[in-house]
């Protein structure tokens, strides 16, 4: 089924190049609780090798902490739910901002949002491996590029996915294999799971192919975050954070694995 080229409400566009991926997710937010417009954000790439967990992540279940502790990789929990990555300069985020009814017969709820996000990436992925929606992952044959988050409010909803352009393999050992994983990845372990966009397209091609199949979607107007009109007077405070490093210690300090010291005589 191909996306239908009846264009719903208007889209701003925001094409960031590199923004870091904190300051994306607070930008985000700011745009959902504090705007009545759709956006769309594209994030070219972000600065330094981040780990980003969902809303209910907790560390000691998803993070080998004392190498993220050892190496000084920082942790992000998110405001929105799903699983956790490791993003990096060899990552692109598709961000979308909606008000309910945006989109002609949507029902605002994860799994047709969901739904609606395949379809719109089938049109970018025409022709190019074997793309589907495999639970709520995006894969080229088995193998997951694409992780999604969501969050839905009483107006309005997020869909955010970062696409595994390319990564570092030594990145991955900084995560567990969670214990809530998709039926489809069989305990493999991130290597086997996971597979690199560049070896099916170049990055600007993506993007590209990605800006045209919103603009058949949706009336597409190009915006830059500098020119966002911020409603005055409205209080704002994000909810994506930094763990502190104390955080992370307790996590080892509670790890299942942790071996109690000794009482001294």
């Not at 992540?57 to 929105?80: A, F, M, N």
């Not at 044959?141 to 009483?154: L, P």
């Not at 994506?240 to 509670?254: G, H, T, W, Y």
Request: charged share 20%.
């Amino acid at each position: 089924m191909a996306v239908s080229q009846t264009r719903n409400s208007g889209i701003n566009l925001l094409r960031l190049n590199g923004m870091p991926i904190l300051e994306q997710l607070h930008l985000e937010e700011r745009l959902l609780r504090t705007t009545s417009q759709n956006w769309c954000l594209v994030n070219d790439g972000t600065t330094h090798p981040t780990i980003v967990m969902g809303v209910s992540g907790k560390p000691v279940e998803l993070l080998d902490t004392e190498s993220v502790l050892r190496d000084g990789i920082p942790v992000i929990r998110r405001y929105t739910g799903g699983g956790t990555v490791i993003v990096d300069h060899g990552t692109i985020f598709v961000t979308f901002i909606c008000n309910k009814g945006a989109i002609s017969g949507l029902q605002s709820y994860p799994q047709p949002i969901m739904s609606w996000s395949s379809l719109l990436y089938k049109e970018v992925f025409q022709g190019i491996g074997d793309f589907t929606l495999r639970e709520n992952d995006y894969v080229l044959g088995n193998r997951k590029f694409g992780g999604n988050a969501q969050s839905i409010t009483k107006n309005r909803w997020v869909h955010h996915t970062s696409f595994l352009w390319d990564y570092e393999i030594s990145h991955m050992g900084y995560l567990k294999l969670p214990k809530r994983a998709p039926q489809y990845r069989q305990a493999r372990d991130h290597l086997e799971f996971i597979c690199r966009m560049k070896d099916y397209m170049t990055r600007s091609d993506f993007i590209d192919r990605t800006i045209n199949a919103v603009g058949c979607h949706f009336l597409l107007r190009y915006s830059e975050p500098k020119a966002i009109q911020w409603p005055l007077g409205t209080k704002f405070e994000p909810s994506s954070r930094l763990l502190r490093k104390q955080e992370l210690d307790e996590a080892i300090f509670n790890s299942p694995t942790a071996v109690s010291a000794p009482l001294s005589p």
